[in-house]
């Protein structure tokens, strides 16, 4: 199948099916089951701007909403990690007089509360509710919105010019990248940066990562797609850092073009991206290889694990487990619950395969024999904290980059 580029308009070819998906965040209650929502789930490349994207788009208020259940401040390293980012910016970006920070997708404030302390102007770009008002708890000033075009135009319009403009975790999430680049341009300094981090396509290739493909998760970005999609709306790509969260994230800067003198960095990651040949035809198709003998492996071991008896549990209702599980087939009659902090999910029933989600109480009541870490970015932390599972004899089962016991 093929599909518009929605950066450029040319001819998307698909390389990656993962079939018919529900939305990954919608935890469901036993009514909710009979009106599930569905759409196809296909990933393809830009033949002329090798942006990586997928084939169908969900409509944004399916996915964001007062309900929506991801919490970002539930992880201890990621709270760590948007403190150093706002310290960050406290220190560099935010150093003249009044400067002003606006962050698209604040969600619970874990990153703005910091500027908020500090004293600084800032705005938070955060359409859906219920996150939306756990940021305005810690003292941060939220916009229940979206960020586009309009909404940023009437932002510049009250508050003035801002100095940076940072997302995480949340450019990646929005079709419509031509009316952010406009909304950027209107609502931008003339030497301010706008500060994007997502998941990056190379580590999703390398670790044949598939769980990062899913609804909310419309683009796959490269220094190469960035650069371009950075061109066609008057800026440029003028640094581009590697970062270890959420199973490996590139953060790009964009400034106005000219305005800022590009880091070392950007040339080196894309002479990295053309050496491995990122978004070759023939590279993206050895990609789809991989996923499909995760799956076999993954459905393979916990097949035989159930026949021998052996309790089998999920940890972290991720959205990315959304995507393994309805892929893979994976019901509860093979993981029989999955254990989540998030209080918006406990109670609930993951997406498509009705999983049962537990609180992370239920994981030693008694402990399994094995636990699917579908929350494996966050792994060193998960591991750490429940340590009493594997002093009992418990192991956990990976499938990044293969599937493996440990
Ligand atoms: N920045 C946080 C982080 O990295 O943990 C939150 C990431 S969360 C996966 C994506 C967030 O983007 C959600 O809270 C969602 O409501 C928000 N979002 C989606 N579209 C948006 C838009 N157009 N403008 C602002 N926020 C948006
Ligand atoms: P994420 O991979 O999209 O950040 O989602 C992580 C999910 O895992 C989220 O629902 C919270 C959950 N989680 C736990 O249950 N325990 C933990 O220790 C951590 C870090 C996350
Ligand atoms: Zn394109």
């Known amino acids: ?54 084939l169908e788009e969900v409509p944004r208020e399916r996915m964001f909403h007062h309900d929506y259940p991801y919490y970002s401040s539930g992880s201890t390293t990621m709270r760590r990690h948007f403190e150093q980012t706002a310290q960050h910016f406290l220190e560099t970006e935010l150093t003249g007089p009044d400067p002003f920070a606006v962050e698209i997708g604040c969600n619970d404030g874990i990153m703005l509360k910091t500027i908020s302390k500090a004293g600084v102007r800032h705005l938070g770009f ?156 023939e590279t993206l198709r050895s990609f789809a290889g991989a996923v499909a003998t995760v799956r076999d492996d993954l459905v393979r071991l916990l097949r035989s694990l159930r026949a021998e008896g052996r309790r089998v549990v999920g940890y972290g209702a991720t959205a990315k487990s959304a995507t393994v599980t309805n892929f893979c087939g994976i019901d509860a009659e093979l993981v029989s619950f999955v254990c989540d902090s998030t209080p918006a999910k406990q109670g609930r029933l993951t997406p498509g395969k009705h999983i049962p989600v537990k609180p992370p109480g239920a994981f030693s009541d008694p402990y399994p024999d094995y636990a699917v870490l579908f929350a494996w970015n966050h792994a060193e932390e998960i591991i750490a904290k429940e340590q009493g599972f594997r002093e009992a004899g418990g192991r956990w089962i990976l499938y990044v980059p293969t599937v493996r016991i440990v």
């Open 126 to 281: 955060e359409p859906s509710g219920g996150v939306a008002e756990v940021a305005r708890s810690h003292g941060v000033n939220v916009r229940t919105d979206f960020f586009e075009e309009a909404t940023a135009v009437e932002v510049r319009d009250e508050h003035g010019p801002a100095d940076v403009i940072y997302a995480a975790n949340t450019i990646c999430h929005i079709p419509y990248l031509d009316s952010i680049f406009r909304g950027v341009d209107a609502l931008l300094s003339d030497g301010g940066v706008f500060v994007f981090e997502d998941p990056y396509l190379g580590d999703i290739v390398r670790k044949t990562s598939f769980d990062q493909i899913y609804d909310e998760h419309f683009f796959f970005f490269t220094a190469r797609s960035v650069r371009a999609a950075a061109e066609r709306f008057g800026f440029e790509l003028v640094d581009a850092q590697r970062l270890p969260v959420h199973g490996g994230e590139v953060r790009y800067t964009i400034a106005r073009a000219g305005a800022r003198q590009p880091s070392p960095a950007v040339d080196a990651l894309l002479a990295e991206e053309a050496d491995q040949r990122l978004t070759a035809p």
């Open 1 to 54: 199948m093929t599909t518009a580029c929605k950066v450029c308009g040319n001819r998307v070819t698909e390389f990656l099916d993962l079939g018919r998906q529900p939305l990954s965040d919608a935890f469901l209650t036993p009514s909710d089951i009979e009106r599930e929502f569905f759409y196809r789930l296909a990933v393809g490349h830009c033949e002329s701007c090798t942006m990586v994207q997928l």
